[in-house]
């Protein structure tokens, strides 16, 4: 038996199932989404993203949202958040038995515009009665902010910026704000900037790392930001995702590559990389790509 007693303990936010498939072009059956969170869970992810209760104008892909989390089985011990814009989508989430949900803002005005139609003073305004309504129903609530090192339409973004965002939702309640480089260009020396500039109003231990890939930065940016004390980092299967509303973003960072790292690192996450490398090729022959994780590809290739 492994002794992890001395080793730090780093949850892993799974969001495949959400930001991984939000932007996938062909129609994902809630079948295979169901599975996807079964597969994710048995490779021992504790806290998978499973969906998001915006408009199925603005997302079609995320319309079964009802269906999914009224057939979703419950497994002790692990958690199933899931994405609200306002307070029907909260409705709409408790009544499907959401006990989690995450409201998403960003530090970038056009990004807000683009993604939720409203300025960030007013989507802050819009989530207090997310927060006291959820508070009512001893709904735990996340926090995002997107576009923290920059934004697609504004270009750089200010630390300060997305530390003053930072400091409203975890002030309004949200027990952990997750840090969102939407268009992944950050490199370590920006999101170190952002991250220094947040956690002087955010207690850093209520901080997550939420970082896409685009320019091959998001492992550098993790290992950066577990430097730095960050403890909880979102990833996606596969390196599934990017935003719809965020031109040019790619996938998530690959949730293998996270764990290959952190496991590196002396970090226990809890996950089994090999099961987890399993279910990436799972998904991504279901959704007829190639894997999208260095690791799992090495992984399949020593084992071959
Ligand atoms: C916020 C709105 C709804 C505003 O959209 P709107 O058009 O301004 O809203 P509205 O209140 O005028 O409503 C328009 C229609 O949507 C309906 N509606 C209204 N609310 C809901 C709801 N909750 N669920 C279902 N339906 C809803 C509402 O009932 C109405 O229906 P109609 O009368 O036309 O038939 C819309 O802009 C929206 O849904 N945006 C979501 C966009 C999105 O999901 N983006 C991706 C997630 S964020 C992300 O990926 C970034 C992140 C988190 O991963 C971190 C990072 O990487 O940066």
Redesign the pocket.
């Known amino acids: 038996m492994s002794d992890n007693s001395s080793k730090q303990a780093v949850r892993i936010v799974e969001?495949g199932p959400r930001?991984g498939l939000?932007n996938e072009k062909q129609s994902v059956p809630t079948d295979v989404k169901l599975e996807l969170i079964a597969r994710l869970a048995d490779a021992g992810l504790r806290d998978i993203e499973a969906t998001?209760?915006?408009?199925?104008?603005?997302?079609p892909q995320?319309a079964d949202h009802a269906d999914l989390m009224r057939r979703l089985p419950r497994r002790a011990g692990v958690g199933y958040p899931v994405?609200?814009?306002?307070l029907?989508?909260l409705e709409?989430a408790i009544e499907s038995g959401a006990s989690e949900v995450?409201v998403?803002a960003?530090a970038s005005e056009a990004f807000s515009q683009k993604?939720?139609?409203?300025s960030v003073a007013e989507s802050l305004v819009r989530f207090e009665p997310v927060m006291a309504a959820a508070r009512a129903a001893h709904v735990k609530v996340r926090g995002?902010v997107?576009?923290v090192v920059a934004c697609p339409y504004e270009g750089p973004v200010a630390p300060q910026r997305v530390a003053d965002v930072a400091a409203r939702l975890h002030a309004m309640g949200c027990y952990e704000v997750?840090l969102?480089?939407?268009i992944g260009v950050g490199t370590p020396a920006t999101v170190r900037a952002m991250l220094q500039a947040v956690a002087s109003r955010v207690p850093v231990s209520q901080l997550a790392g939420?970082y896409?890939d685009t320019w091959g930065m998001a492992v550098a940016n993790v290992a950066a930001s577990y430097d730095l004390g960050v403890r909880v980092f979102d990833a996606s299967v596969s390196g599934l995702g990017g935003?719809?509303?965020?031109k040019g973003?790619s996938g998530?960072v690959a949730t293998e590559d996270v764990v290959y790292l952190l496991h590196g690192l002396g970090a226990d996450t809890g996950v089994d990389l090999g099961r987890l490398v399993d279910t990436s090729a799972w998904i991504s022959g279901v959704l007829g790509r190639e894997v999208g994780s260095k690791v799992a590809r090495a992984l399949r290739a020593a084992c071959a």
């Not at 209760?53 to 997302?59: A, D, R």
């Not at 993604?115 to 409203?118: F, P, Y």
């Open positions: 969001v930001d939000q998001a209760f915006v408009s199925p104008k603005w997302v995320m994405l609200v814009p306002n029907k989508g709409a995450a998403f960003a993604n939720i139609n409203c995002y997107s576009c997750s969102g480089d939407t939420h896409h935003c719809p509303y965020a973003a998530n």
